[in-house]
């Protein structure tokens, strides 16, 4: 059926504990490094870190950055070695759909796009290559409300 990639948008309370569940290893598109360590793009994927998930960096600008919270950086989602289970977007909304192609590259269970972010071209691509989206919601906010759901 031709509308059966809407159902890999998730928007329920349900739907995001069972994300939770499902996932491990998160990269994280666009992150900042310990010296930004006041931003959304630092602090979320640290307290995700403690939390107990395993984080890989991949920060978009500091070119000089090679690990950030102790982990190898990567420039691109498709050269992680060993895949990832979510990939957390921390870019403007009008800045995700450059990143499609590496993140369906990257074949991920879940793109999380962080609050204030949403591209429905983008989630509707990604939904339609089987992989679930969350638009517009805090990571961590969510992990607090269902990640032990």
Excluded at 42 to 68: K, M, N, S, W
Aim: a neutral charge.
């Amino acid at each position: 059926m031709a509308d059966d990639w809407q159902q890999n948008l998730v928007s329920t309370g349900e739907g995001i504990a069972q994300i939770w569940r499902d996932v491990k290893r998160i990269a994280v598109l666009g992150m900042k490094t310990e010296a930004q360590a006041g931003q959304p793009a630092f602090y979320v994927p640290e307290y995700l870190h403690r939390a107990g998930y395993d984080i890989i960096p991949v920060p978009v600008y500091f070119p000089d950055a090679t690990h950030i919270l102790g982990k190898h950086v990567y420039r691109k989602l498709a050269d992680i070695p060993g895949g990832v289970d979510m990939v957390n977007v921390f870019r403007r909304s009008q800045d995700v759909p450059p990143h499609v192609d590496d993140i369906l590259a990257a074949r991920p269970k879940v793109v999380w796009m962080q609050s204030g972010i949403r591209n429905e071209d983008a989630a509707r691509r990604l939904a339609e290559a089987g992989i679930r989206v969350v638009q517009d919601r805090c990571a961590m906010v969510e992990h607090r409300r269902y990640g032990s759901a």
